[in-house]
């Protein structure tokens, strides 16, 4: 699968770096689901409170995920331009296949002639 | 030509394309997936011609298939077949790997797209549903497709497995 994307390369350092974490990538699923505190997150870990923090953080780095202090807690929810991101990658993957289709309609027409 | 139409879910990261091929019986259209020799003129895109090694077109079965970059550089790719009801269905699951079919863990997750065929009035249609698993795994997947991205990312996850600022 070949695809150009939008992302320069220090984004996709960021990016990499961050995703490079099994906890961390599960925290990004997770809160693309719901937007949900920090504490709330780490309750499906086995590791400390701070630890937890930590992967937060380099999320928030990445610009992955953002913080929004809510009273008490700190509200960890996915960047709205994390979205923006997933709708140009969605646009270069319909671009994919409609090469692939252009592709299919030739072999179709070689059939016919 | 034939006609293309899709739709995109963002959140739910879908991505639906119906293309509708006048004069095309859905037997024909089917064979586009059948036959490995078809298959392998349109999977890879402009510069990166694919080449299926393995293409076992049953339930439980396996596709290999490597894409060549312009430099020579290969890049494995595999399908399981999780669903083939010919000439109306399959459901196929699709991820990186090593030219013996194995997923590699350090790769994207593997992700799934569904092809439903149907004849109409004028020829004969399919539509296309992939799914991804998340914005993450979707993005990784495709920011390792960037022309000379594959390579940078592979040695940067490597790199970064080695030394992670943030493991506790």
Known sequence: MVVRTELDEAEVDAIFQALSDATRRDIVTRVIVRAQSVSEVAEHYEMSFAAVQKHVAVLERAALVAKERRGREQIVHARPQAIARARRLLDDYEQLWHGRIDR??????EGNA | MAEISSTKDVDALTLTVNAEFPAASVERLWQLWADREQLQRWWGPPGYPATFTRHDFGVPGTSIYFMEGPEGDRHYGWWHFLEIAEPVRLRIEDGFGDAEGNPDPEMPAPGEFIVDFEATATGARFTIVSQFA???????LLAMGQEEGMKQAIGQIDALLADDPATP
Do not use: P
Request: proline content about 0%.
């Open chain 2, 134 to 140: 998340s914005l993450e795994q979707f993005e990784q």
């Open chain 1, 104 to 109: 299919m309609q030739r072999i179709l027409d």
